[in-house]
């Protein structure tokens, strides 16, 4: 019996991805569309989706994870919307609801990044583990945590970007974050890397003083979580992930952090089977949305 096909939209501060989908062989359409404004931005995802559905069948439900803050409680009259956030002229927009009406199925509304763990735990890096954590760093700073199988949520979820972090010795940059400009967000996310230096992260040499300071931030929040639910492993994605020299840069600095506390079988050695890149590489939020959309039709 094939799965189900699911429509996908991993909306991000920058772009989102739309796409029509049933498993990693089976991406039968995809789009990119930047994140201008609202009444350009959701349209747009309308259009691709209704096109695609009609080159390619009808699917089976409609599965969004976006950036937020959003809420995502369903028995909340402001489901599926994006809430408080510092994207210009998103806040209070209602995600959700026009792509719903216009799609006629059931649908889903969840974080961008709880929808990446959900991927790799079906399909990549958190395949095969019960406790597991992801943090994706890009425009802004995500996190999500599944224990027992099962992604946290609370009154509504978690920001784990916005926790507090102490701040590198050699670090003078008052923050990026309109909020609580040095959070981790506002110190590690990919807009804090060009507003401290001058140059988006990609544009930064290997070698440049920017990745100490954000292995340490990013080390910092890999204890944090250690400490709050420990997970059998942490994945790290998100766009400043593209730059590979990080991972053995917060490896070795967690290692230091620790300390030599939480002696676990899977902590010693040089972590790299713990702090790890997704399996899914850039697909994990549109795979992780085709997951949620197969247990929301199987639950």
């Not at 390619?56 to 409680?73: E, K, M, N, R, S």
């Not at 506390?261 to 972590?271: C, E, M």
Request: with cysteine; glycine share 12%.
């Amino acid at each position: 019996m094939p799965s189900p096909l699911i429509a996908t939209i991993e909306a991000g501060g920058t772009k989102m991805v739309a796409a029509l989908a049933s498993g990693p062989d089976d991406i039968r359409a995809r789009e990119r569309i930047p994140t201008t404004i609202p009444e350009e931005t959701i349209p747009a995802l309308i259009s691709f989706l209704k096109s695609a559905i009609a080159n390619h069948g009808q699917p089976d439900a409609l599965v969004i994870g976006t950036f937020g803050p959003a809420d995502i409680t369903p028995t909340s009259p402001a489901y599926g919307h994006i809430t408080a956030t510092p994207k210009p002229t998103w806040e209070n927009t209602n995600l959700l609801g026009p792509i719903q009406e216009a799609l006629g199925v059931p649908s889903l509304f969840d974080t961008d990044v709880n929808a990446a763990l959900f991927g790799e735990a079906r399909w990549g890096a958190a395949a095969g583990l019960k406790n597991t954590g992801y943090f994706t760093i890009g425009t802004g700073i995500g996190g999500a945590v599944m224990i027992d199988g099962k992604l946290i949520h609370g009154m509504g979820h978690t920001e784990m970007g916005h926790m507090r972090i102490a701040r590198h010795p050699d670090d003078s940059f008052k923050g990026h974050c309109p909020f609580h400009q040095d959070c981790l967000e506002g110190l590690a996310a990919g807009p804090a890397i060009e507003a401290r230096w001058g140059k988006p992260a990609q544009e930064l040499p290997a070698d440049h003083p920017a990745w100490e300071i954000e292995a340490d931030a990013l080390a910092q929040a890999c204890l944090n979580l250690l400490t709050i639910a420990p997970p059998e492993r942490i994945i790290l994605g998100g766009g400043v992930m593209h730059q590979s020299q990080l991972f053995p840069m917060v490896r070795k600095r967690l290692k230091e952090l620790l300390n030599g506390y939480l002696a676990h079988p899977l902590l010693q050695g040089d972590l790299t089977n713990f702090i790890v890149p997704p399996s899914l590489g850039d697909n994990a939020g549109l795979l992780g949305c085709v997951a949620l959309g197969h247990h929301l039709l199987t639950s």
